[in-house]
């Protein structure tokens, strides 16, 4: 710790001297000025010392911050990150990332937020210069937009962003006089606007798109009609892995009434999490959150407001309608940055049927039932005349695709036959693109080349390194990750292991699936979890007596499933729930097939329901 201490202050030191560097350089030209002009020189001169010594003290304090926070790198899965205010004032601040690798920013607040943001954010990323995919600009505050303008002008060679979506009047003038924070903001926005005009874009109500696989439909935005920059507020829907948020800035009543009246009544604006308008004073009517039923409220919040400390704000009126409406869970920044749970999806294999059987009819027929996604088991189809072992497999994997479009299914995971050193680790990564799933589930090697199981750690870890590394450069360029799994021998069955194994190759393409079925009848109880290096990427989920892999329903064995799903909650699981309960369905008559699956599909919405 001494040795830290010194390490740190040494920086600090260094660090001033290399701000104070140029300073002082440039004060020796001015040697020849005036008395007067020397007097000001000095006084510039300390002034541009203090405000680069507040500054690396800040980035310094910003750094430690988030480090002690152990701010997770959610790169490559979806996941939405709350940021609290380091200053304890108002302004909204979002970060989320998808699993298709795009990054989105809702506002991101104050000026003063700055350093801590861009802090988060390269621990969210992974990256040392991170990149933001879409940028939403709410409406022109400066608690919403003032860490944008601050990239914008200077800090572009620390952040990088694409796409900048917002409305705002094109002359400042319409908020002067009226509103002189939109005035500034808006001015300044314009000033800057040059230099990403050819990446910015304006909403409109009616606007749907995507970013990777997040989805927006905008249904409010600018309205000249109110001259209240509140009122300006875009009010746009995000869909994400089955997880819907609504996003409306510091709309106020009028905004949120006019979308009431024109939405309400088609169900669009129903989503699972809402965050509170204005800070949750002062915002949209009650009307507004009866309409959207959220399940959980988002507070991105100061202490001060919530508790209505000055006595003037309607946050207790707001809190007194979010307990009446019956909201179950409630996030506030004020309590810290936070990284809220997207509702997983339910998904099941293609195992639940037999080898061979009909794989579009398979996943039209899972997702009939209600199941959100499809686990395609390519392990099933190696036998002879198999369409995956033939010359002709792309072709089959993009008719699945185009079939399951159709249906309205949607792949997303695919396991593989074998090892990670099977020659057909390939294949499988290129069918699990064309069928448009992101997760290839691969068991590691574990035997080696005499067919002996392999017992040591660090044996397994260097034998299934140098496999996985391998497929990595194919799993970059088809845009899939791997997950390794834990599986029954020796040191494949220890779930601690496969999370080492993970951390040593260190890539955004590699992850790891637990098999909490696989896990306990090898001896793991499902905390242990809580002893793994790195969060699992999925899950598989079965049951079974502790005797052997039996893959039955959730409850029809042994496993303390209530520990699952808390200890789940406790490492912040982020991923689906892949159901891999497949024995009854395997071995039953087809026709009764629907209601053992309809069934599962039962108990799987009850591990969902404790997971959110």
Request: aromatic share 10%; with cysteine; charged share 25%.
């Amino acid at each position: 710790m001494k040795k830290k201490a010194v390490l740190c202050i040494l920086l600090v030191i260094a660090l001033l001297f290399t701000a104070a560097a140029p300073v002082f350089a440039a004060s020796g030209q001015g040697a020849a000025q005036s008395e007067t002009s020397s007097e000001n020189g000095i006084a510039s001169f300390f002034n541009r010392i203090v405000e680069k010594i507040k500054a690396i003290f800040e980035r310094i304090k910003a750094v430690f911050n988030v480090k002690k926070e152990q701010v997770r790198n959610t790169m490559n899965q979806n996941a939405i990150h709350m940021l609290k205010s380091v200053t304890d004032t108002i302004g909204d601040s979002f970060i989320i990332t998808t699993d298709d690798g795009k990054v989105i920013v809702i506002d991101g607040g104050h000026k003063t937020e700055t350093e801590y943001f861009i802090e988060y954010l390269k621990a969210v990323t992974g990256q040392k210069k991170p990149h933001i995919d879409a940028w939403f600009l709410s409406h022109p505050h400066d608690d919403h937009c003032e860490v944008f303008l601050e990239i914008a002008q200077n800090r572009a060679h620390e952040v990088t962003f694409g796409r900048v979506y917002a409305n705002f009047p094109d002359d400042p003038a319409f908020y002067e006089g009226v509103d002189e924070w939109a005035f500034t903001v808006v001015s300044e926005y314009n000033r800057l606007k040059p230099t990403f005009a050819d990446r910015a874009a304006s909403l409109a109500e009616g606007d749907v798109f995507s970013v990777g696989s997040a989805e927006f439909k905008v249904f409010y935005t600018f309205n000249p009609a109110w001259k209240n920059c509140n009122e300006a507020s875009t009010i746009m829907r995000m869909d994400l892995a089955g997880t819907s948020v609504m996003f409306n800035g510091d709309a106020g009543p009028n905004a949120g009434n006019y979308v009431v009246e024109k939405y309400g009544d088609t169900g669009a604006l129903d989503c699972d999490y809402c965050k509170m308008a204005h800070h949750g004073q002062d915002g949209v009517d009650r009307n507004f959150y009866e309409a959207v039923s959220p399940e959980t409220c988002l507070w991105p919040t100061p202490t001060w407001v919530y508790e209505n400390t000055n006595g003037n704000l309607k946050t207790f009126e707001t809190r007194a309608w979010v307990e009446e409406l019956g909201v179950t869970k409630e996030y506030k920044s004020f309590e810290g940055s936070v990284v809220i749970p997207m509702k997983p999806r339910i998904v099941t294999t293609t195992d639940v049927f037999e080898d061979g059987y009909d794989a579009a009819l398979a996943a039209r027929r899972l997702t009939n039932l209600g199941y959100e996604g499809i686990d395609m088991g390519l392990d099933y189809w190696m036998f002879e005349g198999s369409p995956f072992i033939g010359d002709n497999y792309l072709a089959w994997a993009n008719e699945l695709r185009a079939e399951a479009d159709a249906a309205g299914a949607v792949y997303t995971h695919a396991h593989a036959p074998g090892e990670a050193d099977s020659e057909y680790i390939g294949r499988s990564i290129e069918v699990t693109a064309a069928l448009g799933a992101k997760y290839l589930v691969v068991h590691p090697v574990w035997r080696d080349g005499s067919g002996n199981v392999i017992k040591t750690k660090l044996r397994f870890i260097e034998i299934n390194r140098r496999a996985i590394e391998k497929w990595l450069p194919m799993a970059e360029e088809y845009g899939v990750t791997l997950l390794s799994e834990n599986i029954l021998w020796g040191a494949s069955s220890d779930p601690r292991i496969i999370a080492d194994l993970v951390k040593k190759v260190g890539s955004d393409r590699f992850g790891w699936c637990f098999d909490v079925g696989h896990a306990w009848c090898c001896g793991y109880a499902p905390d242990v979890l809580k002893d793994c290096s790195v969060v699992p990427m999925s899950l598989h989920i079965q049951d079974n007596d502790g005797s052997g892999d039996q893959h039955l329903f959730p409850g029809d064995g042994t496993i303390d499933w209530a520990l699952f799903t808390s200890t789940l909650r406790e490492i912040g699981y982020l991923g689906d729930c892949v159901m891999e309960a497949h024995h009854q369905s395997l071995v039953a008559p087809d026709g009764e097939r629907d209601a053992i699956l309809t069934r599962l599909l039962e108990k799987s919405k009850e591990l969902q329901k404790e997971l959110r």
